[in-house]
């Protein structure tokens, strides 16, 4: 399948050449193919509303390439233009565009004029569309009269009137209230799903994220990350195994502006301090922070966490702070370990040094999880966090099998037992993903 949508190096500089110079998108590359459901998530001014109206086809790119339907729109002549953004691609706004003196029946129809269609077949269109989002009722009325909710619904019939390949949203839902917000947000996914559009929605709500396939993370007018949701059905072409939903983006969607790294800190300060307060926890992360980058020795770790409050450490005894490190290093090896086996996906999954990671990574396990396990039980784990590391089966789906009883093909482990093995392994996960 080839994209609907492609960018290759794609530059928007405003003022160009002059001292107010300023440039939105930085020579951005992404690909969007159809019936995607892709997000261009970040905060405001870091160039993703820039890049939507570049493919609406209103903000012409100062460099680079950008292709739709394997057409340069910006070569088109006017009146190509105007087709295109008749019959290929519709848009939401936040701020609804609505003409208030017109009813909504007519808001809806409108750009059904210019098609030259009938004003009753217009009509018909229209109507079909307000009944679908039942807003039927209202038909006649002014869109005045309307709740947020209500007015951007009539926002989106409009937007699908022509039937659309491609729908853009612009923060669809920056003016509603929660409840509206949550009716507009499943009505695109069911227009996504059921009419098969290519939906493109610009956002800076991290909530939202679960809904696409795909998440262009931007950032000062660049793409920082491209994260794939395994949750959804991929369109386009991903190999088995080469993605998985790890903690880290989990914790994306918790802190949805930090770096990669800071989130990786994140996975392992979160571990080591369950029972330490705010400040002792900013204290370990920093540590972690420095123990991932390699910048700070073995002894120079325990010492400050030994250090007293005054100095900015937890007072710590020895003992407590060598078994900080201990769990620090053994998390970061067998990351390692983790993302080695992922590398190797495509060997056989009985080779030798596929088996011996597998084997480190369970050992590690009992030992930290302190329980005995009886043989089957060790060959049942081995088999699951392997399917686990290779992204075969999702965290809750290791964490049930675990649960179940032998007769039903699973391990028989206590709950307790199953929440403690699958929260340590998802730690080795989220590192040795993102190494």
Known sequence: MKPIIEIKDLKVIYNEGKANEYAA???????????????????????????????????????????IKGDDVYKYSSDEMVKFQQNVIGIIYQSFNLIPSLSVLDNVSLPLIFSGMSPADRERKGMALLKRFAIDQQAKKLSTNMSGGQMQRIAVARSLINDPEILLADEPVGNLDSVSSAEVMDTLEEINIKDKKTIILVTHDAK?????????????????????????????????????????????????????????????????????????????????????????????????????????????????????????????????????????????????????????????????????????????????????VAGFISMEDFRERL?????????????????????????????????
Not at 417 to 432: H, P, T, W
Request: charged residues 30%; hydrophobic residues 40%; glycine residues 8%.
């Open 25 to 67: 998108l930085r020579g951005e590359s992404l690909d969007i193919y159809p019936e995607e459901y892709i997000i261009l998530f970040g905060p405001s001014g870091c160039g993703k509303s820039t890049l939507l109206y570049s493919i609406l086809g209103i903000l012409a790119p100062t460099g680079g390439k950008l292709l």
């Open 403 to 435: 649960s179940l009883v032998a007769e039903k093909k699973g391990g028989g482990f206590s709950p307790r037992q199953a929440q403690a093995i699958s929260r340590y392994l998802e730690k080795f996960i989220a590192q040795g993903v993102h190494l």
């Open 208 to 388: 939202f994220i679960p809904y696409a396939h795909r998440v262009y993370f931007m950032k000062d007018g660049g793409v920082e990350r491209e994260v794939v949701n395994p949750e959804k059905k991929q369109i386009k072409s991903v190999a088995p195994g080469t993605t998985i939903l790890t903690e880290i983006e989990k914790l994306a969607r918790i802190y949805p502006y930090i770096s990669i790294d800071e989130l990786r800190v994140k996975s392992i300060a979160n571990y080591l301090v369950e029972e330490l307060g705010f400040e002792q926890l900013e204290t370990v992360e920093k540590l972690v922070e420095m123990m991932i980058r390699g910048t700070v020795t073995k002894e120079r770790f325990i010492a400050a966490l030994m250090a007293p409050f005054s100095r900015g450490g937890l007072e710590f005894t020895h003992d407590k702070a060598q078994k900080m490190l201990e769990k620090t290093e053994n998390i970061l090896n067998l990351a390692r370990e983790v993302r080695q086996y992922r590398e190797r996906l495509q060997e056989k999954y009985n080779s030798p040094k596929q088996l011996e990671r597998i084997k480190n990574l369970r050992n590690e396990i009992i030992r930290e999880c302190v329980f005995e396990i009886s043989g089957m039980q060790i060959k049942w784990l081995d088999e699951n966090i392997a399917s686990r």
